[in-house]
T-cell receptor
Framework: DSGVTQTPKHLITATGQRVTLRCSPR?????VYWYQQSLDQGLQFLIQYYNGEERAKGNILERFSAQQFPDLHSELNLSSLELGDSALYFC?????????????FGPGTRLTVL | GQQLNQNPQSMFIQEGEDVSMNCTSS?????WLWYKQDPGEGPVLLIA?????ELTSNGRLTAQFGITRKDSFLNISASIPSDVGIYFCAGQLRYGGSQGNLIFGKGTKLSVKP
């Protein structure tokens, strides 16, 4: 158990809908990262928050957004869903912003868009 | 964007065999991490490497940070059935900031020889 929790574990929805994925980092970790894992693209970095502020953006679509709350949990919002958004979404956390820091992954949310 | 080439893509193991896999990049990394992912689970951190030339062990696993900082190797000695899974290398370009996120290889899938 990495200490990172994600809910829900599975999500099935229809095209055009909007969903919210939730992540709670390990106790004491200030950085939260979101990754998307699909069969053809592998693990792709989406976005990073540190202590409530956005710090880095990767290959995140404009239809997707995220935030980190004062209690450090984070939510990833996916809107106008398309079939191709079906994937595993992982949250990871690390303790630091600066300096080398290991990232610990949650169990993921499997999103299926029908 | 940056790419990590991970080889081999898949391999079959027989219990007791040693296993080797590697990752190479055209970019220099400051950190190399190795993760293992079981079906339906999030990646689990196995080994983290922070210095060029560093050799680090975790039980039967040994990983090395290449001297050029563009590659890394993972060896598993005396493999056992529970070693089956997908192994990912991940590189971190810089500490923190906009390039602190991880770039992942496509994975090496370890399966048991039939």
């Amino acid at each position: 158990d990495s200490g990172v929790t994600q809910t829900p574990k599975h999500l099935i929805t229809a095209t055009g809908q909007r969903v919210t994925l939730r992540c709670s980092p390990r106790s004491g970790d200030l950085s939260v990262y979101w990754y998307q894992q699909s069969l053809d693209q592998g693990l792709q970095f989406l976005i990073q928050y540190y202590n409530g502020e956005e710090r880095a953006k990767g290959n995140i679509l404009e239809r997707f957004s995220a935030q980190q709350f004062p209690d450090l949990h984070s939510e990833l919002n996916l809107s106008s869903l398309e079939l191709g958004d079906s994937a595993l979404y992982f949250c990871a956390s690390s303790v630091a912003l600066q300096g080398a820091s290991e990232q610990f992954f949650g169990p993921g949310t499997r999103l299926t868009v029908l | 964007g940056q790419q990590l080439n991970q080889n081999p893509q898949s391999m079959f193991i027989q219990e007791g065999e040693d296993v080797s896999m590697n990752c190479t990049s055209s970019s220099i990394f400051n950190t190399w991490l190795w993760y293992k992912q079981d079906p339906g689970e999030g990646p689990v951190l196995l080994i983290a490497l922070y210095k060029a030339g560093e050799l680090t062990s975790n039980g039967r696993l040994t990983a090395q940070f290449g001297i050029t900082r563009k590659d890394s190797f993972l060896n598993i000695s005396a493999s056992i059935p529970s070693d089956v899974g997908i192994y990912f290398c991940a590189g971190q370009l810089r500490y923190g900031g906009s390039q602190g996120n991880l770039i992942f290889g496509k994975g090496t899938k370890l399966s048991v020889k039939p």
